[in-house]
């Protein structure tokens, strides 16, 4: 099992900035995917930006040019820089792992709350 914490979540004026981190509870071997997805009020939880499996970076066009995912492989952390902020950004921002061995198995983190006001 895999614990996933999401931190950095808040409250910012549109046109802010926010950083969030997830971090693993243990080191990820293998094949693994990992990164962010949001849940806006009355609506589907949705991807934000993620580093899949195959690698390289994968980012929904409603943040691409304002948000920008890093990782620390020392730290087992996955990072989420977000500028620009605006007010459809608000949401309860989740940190997902995926790791591929002979079953995909999938982490969730108990997410952090995103709030941007107009």
């Known amino acids: 099992q895999v614990q996933l914490v999401e931190s950095g979540g808040g409250l910012v004026h549109a046109g802010g900035s926010l950083r969030l981190s997830c971090a693993a509870s243990k080191t990820i071997s293998g094949a693994n995917a990992m990164g962010w997805y949001r849940q806006a009020p009355g609506k589907q939880r949705e991807l934000v930006a993620t580093?899949?499996?195959?690698?390289?970076?994968n980012y929904a066009d409603a943040v691409k040019g304002r948000f920008t995912i890093s990782r620390d492989n020392a730290k087992n952390t996955v990072y989420l820089q977000m500028n620009s902020l605006k007010p459809e950004d608000t949401g309860v921002y989740y940190c997902?792992?995926?790791?591929?061995?002979?079953?995909?198995?999938?982490?969730w983190g108990k997410g952090t709350l995103v709030t941007i006001s107009s």
């Open positions: 580093f899949p499996i195959g690698g390289g970076t």
């Open positions: 997902k792992l995926s790791i591929l061995d002979i079953l995909l198995r999938e982490y």
